[in-house]
């Protein structure tokens, strides 16, 4: 009996220790009794001995409990902050900190610290001493002081007699959304509702929601647009006091607009756009001298002259900061009267403008600039493939002189941006093809070809002289910054192209990288190659701070050409001609933009890969045996990730369904390797897989790796 007490009061320590080491911890962030219990492998049989172990705790004030959550009590608290996190799709998080003065930089948050904040909640961090520094300070999230939103979109997925559960994308498939509803309006699986949060006391184990809207049924796919435009509360109608200021302007410019303007409409202009474009804010002129060298004109319409600072048009576009576009539809910055009306360069209409004059020697080498308000009539209106047929001499017109000159100076500058170290990646864009359902029906492959380029490469140019006028003249502005990679984000990339067979040094150069583009452009990995190296990138952001561009490899770069569709475009043709802006102004509307084109870019893609689903949906019950053909893009030890050749849809197979064998995962080599077979996964190998199931309600695709398609490598067992 005695020798049973001994044992069980060393179980008793071990125990107590065991918490209380964990609770102490860095790592540790507030949770639930039962979560604690859960992570610190608590046997059942022992729990009533750990609750008396945090009864102990709370008694000696070790801990404090609040919102039911368990916290440290620490003598000397470590730094804190208030901030709005920002979630990844992949679970982890960044805080921007309300005080700017408590950190330059946004706060790291790993995926298992976030606390289960939600997307734009405000939050306490606990900063940590010793964050990795190549990602900047990082910390854990230990309380939630504000919930962004109390709404949610879901859809039904299973009924019981008096509830049912909810699928909603932004919580995660692994949150269990429990559904009150009025049974006057009952409910049925693939409906799509609007929910709102009756109390966050139990999340994140299960979340009590009630019905405020209905949305429509999954089935119907003219809605997803409008249920996202709901979900990233995107604004998509413009108040009256807006749209009436819009109506008020002529249809036209008058004789009164012109007046102090360079008169361009004499001039050979014209723009070259996407064939679903409906505005055209930018368009080209170029000549050539006696000495056959260049003078290239940006004209960019003229926004900053109608849309008046602090007017309704003003604010509604500060509040927007972007326009939003989804397949078949956008949703504006500016009212129609403006973005597809007087702001638009139409051919054979004179328009009001900003105009960059350009004068490059014969190696395409800037000799002088001039930044001036003009008027021009665009003499035609070229989509891309009008453009390169001209250019490919398929079609006669009087502007092929031009567009050949223009393609001359392009090529010239892509060789000053490569000699500069910027990465040209030139990937053909994919574009899918909706039916007037919303439903998709395919895609269509874009080449990046010479217009494209010659167009980007102009607008690049205009970017930076206009960045480097405002800097020359001492005017504070908003910049468009990025940063480069960390190093194990760019080791990620480097391992990538490792597994494909490239030969890259440990520490590569920006010519080194730009090598292996070139290289890669003979091979069937260029795509999957350029993925993995925007993955690897950190997100371009606007800045009042001149922190250069990485990807562009430019010290000055600001956004201009754009002023229809981004507000900062906007606010840099203001700084040009009107009085300056006062720098924290300036950082408020950087950091505004930069929040609003996240969230554009999600509701965007949240779109896209519900598309990508649906098409992929239609073809399983099409043909429910199809094989695809696949790339594998990246290794976890948990399983592989696959890009779909042709869709560009990314697909996951855990390690355990892989099927043939047992496999285990080599962390130096990042593969996995077949335990019998010796088979070998890692970045780059080509596979096949196959569609096992696919569930419209949760977006979920299951997937199947055919073995006989993959790669197969010979590994040396080690001694």
Same mark, same amino acid.
């Given at each position: 009996?005695?020798?049973?007490?001994?044992?069980?009061?060393?179980?008793?320590?071990?125990?107590?220790?065991?918490?209380?080491?964990?609770?102490?911890?860095?790592? +540790?962030?507030?949770?639930?009794?039962?979560?604690?219990?859960?992570?610190?492998?608590?046997?059942?049989?022992?729990?009533?001995?750990?609750?008396?172990?945090?009864?102990?705790?709370?008694?000696?004030?070790?801990?404090?409990?609040?919102?039911?959550?368990?916290?440290?009590?620490?003598?000397?608290?470590?730094?804190?902050?208030?901030?709005?996190?920002?979630?990844?799709?992949?679970?982890?998080?960044?805080?921007?900190?309300?005080?700017? %003065?408590?950190?330059?930089?946004?706060?790291?948050?790993?995926?298992?610290?976030?606390?289960?904040?939600?997307?734009?909640?405000?939050?306490?961090?606990?900063?940590?001493?010793?964050?990795?520094?190549?990602?900047?300070?990082?910390?854990?999230?230990?309380?939630?002081?504000?919930?962004?939103?109390?709404?949610?979109?879901?859809?039904?997925?299973?009924?019981?007699?008096?509830?049912?559960?909810?699928?909603?994308?932004?919580?995660?498939?692994?949150?269990?959304?429990?559904?009150?509803?009025?049974?006057?309006?009952?409910?049925?699986?693939?409906?799509?509702?609007?929910?709102?949060?009756?109390?966050?006391?139990? +999340?994140?184990?299960?979340?009590?929601?009630?019905?405020?809207?209905?949305?429509?049924?999954?089935?119907?796919?003219?809605?997803?647009?409008?249920?996202?435009?709901?979900? @990233?509360?995107?604004?998509?109608?413009?108040?009256?006091?807006?749209?009436?200021?819009?109506?008020?302007?002529?249809?036209?410019?008058?004789?009164?607009?012109?007046?102090?303007?360079?008169?361009?409409?004499?001039?050979?202009?014209?723009?070259?756009?996407?064939?679903?474009?409906?505005?055209?804010?930018?368009?080209?002129?170029?000549?050539?001298?006696?000495?056959?060298?260049?003078?290239?004109?940006?004209?960019?319409?003229?926004?900053?002259? @109608?849309?008046?600072?602090?007017?309704?048009?003003?604010?509604?576009?500060?509040?927007?900061?972007?326009?939003?576009?989804?397949?078949?539809?956008?949703?504006?910055?500016?009212?129609?009267?403006?973005?597809?009306?007087?702001?638009?360069?139409?051919?054979?209409?004179?328009?009001?403008?900003?105009?960059?004059?350009?004068?490059?020697?014969?190696?395409?080498?800037?000799?002088?600039?001039?930044?001036?308000?003009?008027?021009?009539?665009?003499?035609?209106?070229?989509?891309?493939?009008?453009?390169?047929?001209?250019?490919?001499?398929?079609?006669?017109?009087?502007?092929?002189?031009?567009?050949?000159?223009?393609?001359?100076?392009?090529?010239?500058?892509?060789?000053?941006?490569?000699?500069?170290?910027?990465?040209?990646?030139?990937?053909?864009?994919?574009?899918?093809?909706?039916?007037?359902?919303?439903?998709?029906?395919?895609?269509?492959?874009?080449?990046?070809?010479?217009?494209?380029?010659?167009?980007?490469?102009?607008?690049?140019?205009?970017?930076?002289?206009?960045?480097?006028?405002?800097?020359?003249?001492?005017?504070?502005?908003?910049?468009?910054?990025?940063?480069?990679?960390?190093?194990?984000?760019?080791?990620?990339?480097?391992?990538?192209?490792?597994?494909?067979?490239?030969?890259?040094?440990?520490?590569?150069?920006?010519?080194?990288?730009?090598?292996?583009?070139?290289?890669?452009?003979?091979?069937? @990995?260029?795509?999957?190659?350029?993925?993995?190296?925007?993955?690897?990138?950190?997100?371009?952001?606007?800045?009042?701070?001149?922190?250069?561009?990485?990807?562009? %490899?430019?010290?000055?770069?600001?956004?201009?050409?754009?002023?229809?569709?981004?507000?900062?475009?906007?606010?840099?043709?203001?700084?040009?001609?009107?009085?300056?802006?006062?720098?924290?102004?300036?950082?408020?509307?950087?950091?505004?933009?930069?929040?609003?084109?996240?969230? %554009?870019?999600?509701?965007?893609?949240?779109?896209?890969?519900?598309?990508?689903?649906?098409?992929?949906?239609?073809?399983?019950?099409?043909?429910?045996?199809?094989? @695809?053909?696949?790339?594998?893009?990246?290794?976890?030890?948990?399983?592989?990730?696959?890009?779909?050749?042709?869709?560009?849809?990314?697909?996951?197979?855990?390690?355990?369904?892989?099927?043939?064998?047992?496999?285990?995962?080599?962390?130096?080599?990042?593969?996995?390797?077949?335990?019998?077979?010796?088979?070998?996964?890692?970045?780059?190998?080509?596979?096949?897989?196959?569609?096992?199931?696919?569930?419209?309600?949760?977006?979920?695709?299951?997937?199947?790796?055919?073995?006989?398609?993959?790669?197969?490598?010979?590994?040396?067992?080690?001694?």
């Amino acid at each position: 009996m005695k020798k049973n007490k001994d044992i069980s009061a060393k179980r008793v320590k071990k125990i107590r220790n065991k918490l209380w080491f964990f609770i102490k911890s860095n790592d +540790y962030t507030p949770m639930t009794q039962k979560q604690l219990f859960i992570e610190c492998s608590i046997p059942k049989d022992l729990e009533k001995v750990a609750k008396d172990c945090i009864t102990e705790f709370i008694a000696k004030e070790m801990i404090f409990i609040k919102s039911q959550l368990i916290h440290f009590a620490i003598e000397k608290e470590p730094p804190t902050l208030v901030g709005k996190i920002s979630i990844h799709a992949k679970g982890f998080g960044f805080v921007t900190p309300e005080d700017a %003065s408590t950190t330059a930089k946004d706060v790291f948050i790993p995926k298992h610290l976030t606390l289960n904040a939600v997307d734009k909640d405000i939050v306490r961090v606990r900063v940590s001493p010793d964050g990795k520094k190549e990602k900047g300070p990082e910390g854990a999230v230990i309380e939630i002081v504000k919930r962004s939103r109390e709404c949610f979109s879901g859809v039904i997925y299973e009924l019981e007699k008096d509830s049912a559960f909810a699928f909603c994308p932004l919580l995660g498939e692994s949150k269990t959304v429990n559904v009150s509803f009025s049974k006057k309006k009952p409910l049925k699986v693939g409906d799509r509702v609007f929910l709102e949060i009756e109390n966050w006391e139990t +999340y994140p184990e299960k979340i009590n929601t009630k019905v405020v809207k209905h949305l429509g049924h999954i089935s119907d796919a003219s809605k997803d647009i409008g249920v996202a435009i709901h979900e @990233y509360k995107i604004q998509e109608n413009f108040a009256s006091d807006t749209i009436e200021e819009a109506k008020k302007f002529s249809k036209n410019p008058t004789k009164s607009d012109l007046k102090n303007r360079v008169d361009l409409t004499e001039i050979e202009s014209f723009t070259i756009d996407p064939d679903t474009a409906k505005d055209y804010d930018d368009a080209l002129s170029l000549t050539k001298d006696k000495n056959d060298e260049f003078h290239l004109i940006v004209h960019i319409a003229d926004v900053s002259y @109608y849309v008046q600072k602090d007017s309704h048009l003003d604010k509604e576009a500060f509040e927007r900061a972007n326009s939003t576009y989804f397949p078949n539809k956008c949703v504006p910055m500016l009212p129609e009267e403006l973005s597809n009306g007087l702001c638009s360069l139409k051919e054979d209409v004179v328009r009001l403008t900003v105009s960059v004059f350009m004068h490059f020697d014969i190696n395409g080498e800037l000799k002088s600039y001039d930044i001036r308000r003009t008027f021009i009539k665009s003499k035609k209106r070229f989509t891309y493939k009008e453009a390169k047929h001209v250019l490919d001499e398929k079609i006669a017109s009087p502007h092929f002189e031009t567009l050949k000159s223009m393609k001359e100076l392009a090529l010239l500058l892509q060789k000053k941006r490569r000699e500069r170290g910027s990465i040209d990646l030139s990937l053909p864009e994919i574009v899918l093809k909706i039916d007037p359902k919303g439903v998709p029906v395919g895609f269509e492959v874009i080449e990046y070809d010479i217009t494209h380029q010659l167009v980007e490469e102009f607008m690049l140019k205009a970017n930076e002289i206009v960045a480097h006028a405002l800097i020359s003249r001492n005017i504070p502005t908003i910049f468009r910054v990025h940063q480069a990679p960390g190093s194990s984000e760019s080791n990620d990339f480097l391992n990538v192209a490792r597994a494909y067979g490239f030969k890259v040094k440990k520490s590569p150069s920006h010519r080194d990288i730009q090598q292996l583009f070139e290289e890669a452009r003979s091979t069937p @990995y260029l795509r999957s190659l350029s993925v993995a190296f925007i993955r690897s990138m950190k997100l371009a952001i606007y800045s009042d701070q001149n922190v250069w561009h990485f990807g562009l %490899s430019l010290e000055h770069y600001c956004h201009f050409t754009s002023p229809i569709r981004r507000y900062s475009d906007l606010v840099v043709h203001r700084l040009l001609f009107e009085k300056g802006i006062p720098q924290e102004t300036l950082q408020s509307i950087s950091q505004h933009c930069s929040e609003k084109e996240r969230i %554009s870019f999600k509701a965007e893609q949240s779109v896209i890969n519900l598309k990508k689903t649906r098409y992929l949906h239609a073809l399983f019950q099409e043909d429910s045996e199809r094989i @695809y053909e696949a790339n594998v893009s990246k290794i976890k030890p948990f399983g592989l990730y696959f890009e779909v050749s042709g869709l560009h849809f990314e697909g996951f197979i855990h390690i355990s369904e892989i099927g043939d064998d047992y496999y285990y995962y080599e962390e130096k080599a990042s593969r996995l390797i077949g335990e019998k077979t010796r088979a070998c996964f890692s970045s780059g190998v080509q596979i096949q897989v196959k569609i096992v199931h696919i569930n419209l309600l949760k977006q979920e695709v299951i997937w199947n790796v055919i073995c006989q398609g993959r790669e197969k490598k010979k590994i040396k067992k080690k001694k």
